[in-house]
């Protein structure tokens, strides 16, 4: 049996310390603010609910709860994020049995979404509209992106001496942290750091452009001011728009760069270690779309090929 003051503590109390102990300087501050958030949540949904009153029934409405201004996919997250804590607590046996078993997931409709990606015709039209003066401005930030398939965190890190103009290299070795106080961070993984080819367009447009910058300054942060995503987002959405293209985002246009490459006959590890994906199963799954279609024009070309045997 339970010691009655175990099973009385509060579920959210029991989450918060949780994550301190196994969280906290374990994880990077990104993903420690949606286990923050998550906290949050369930004080709003679930204040008085206790480890000892977690069974399937409560969890199944907590997240029945959660679903209702979620979409199915957040509400998996959610369930992920407690399930953790949740195994912990009935492995030191403060809950007598995992309540997440057989959990049912659910969400409501998802919008509809902006397109992912261009194709090279709508990238060649928005990329016209650019402002590419003399100055640096965001213009140049998302003909870069377009350029490199950048994270928009590592672009927002490059400085000067990333650059290796007679090699027509970029090295991506950190990133910004917008979503903070500022200042460099690590990548998001060890594949993230990498090298990128740039054409050579690229390289004299920018050899110019990051003139008189010190080396180890941020080319398009000023370090007293914070950045903001959906300030270059909404730059972009005015380009598309008067591009009259369909209105993607800033990672819209990482999606653009590989879509492209991909439908160009670039290998998939190739478009992978470009990207500074951890592996090719995530690039795979990320293009699934497009690598099925490229499949499928491989058939034509493989039936093609062999009718002419005959």
């Keep these: 049996m339970l010691n009655n003051l175990e099973s009385d503590e509060l579920f959210h109390v029991y989450y918060k310390r949780w994550i301190n102990l196994y969280k906290e300087g374990a994880i990077r501050s990104v993903t420690m603010s949606k286990y923050w958030m998550t906290h949050k949540w369930l004080i709003k ?163 110019e452009l990051v003139k008189g910058v010190p080396e180890e300054q941020p080319i398009f942060v000023n370090i007293n001011q914070k950045i903001y995503n959906s300030t270059v987002n909404a730059r972009l959405a005015k380009l598309c728009a008067k591009s009259e293209i369909p209105t993607i985002s800033i990672h819209g246009l990482r999606h653009t760069h590989a879509s492209l490459l991909l439908f160009a006959g670039v290998s998939i590890a190739s478009v992978a270690r470009r990207l500074g994906h951890a592996s090719m199963t995530t690039t795979q799954k990320t293009y699934l779309h497009i690598i099925q279609e490229l499949e499928n024009q491989d058939v034509d070309l493989v039936m093609r090929s062999l009718s002419g045997l005959s």
């Excluded at 996919?73 to 809950?95: N, R, W």
């Excluded at 398939?149 to 890190?157: C, D, K, Q």
């Excluded at 106080?181 to 990128?196: A, D, E, M, Q, Y």
């Design 45 to 207: 949904i679930a204040p008085k609910l206790t480890l000892g009153a977690l069974n399937r029934l409560t969890y199944q409405q907590l997240l029945n709860e959660y679903a209702i201004d979620h979409e199915r996919q957040t509400t998996m997250d959610f369930h992920h994020q407690l399930k953790g804590a949740i195994l912990d607590a009935v492995d030191e046996g403060l809950v007598e049995r995992d309540p997440t078993r057989k959990a049912i997931i659910k969400g409501k409709t998802p919008r509809v979404k902006k397109p992912k990606y261009l194709n090279q015709f709508e990238l060649h039209t928005l990329i016209t509209q650019l402002d590419l003066s003399e100055d640096i401005n965001w213009d140049w930030f998302i003909l870069l992106v377009a350029k490199t398939g950048m994270r928009f965190s590592e672009a927002l890190a490059l400085t000067p001496d990333d650059f290796d103009f007679s090699h027509q290299m970029l090295s991506v070795n950190k990133t910004w942290d917008y979503k903070g106080k500022g200042g460099f961070l690590p990548t998001k993984n060890k594949s993230s750091v990498r090298k990128i080819q740039m054409d050579w367009q690229t390289v004299i447009q920018f050899s």
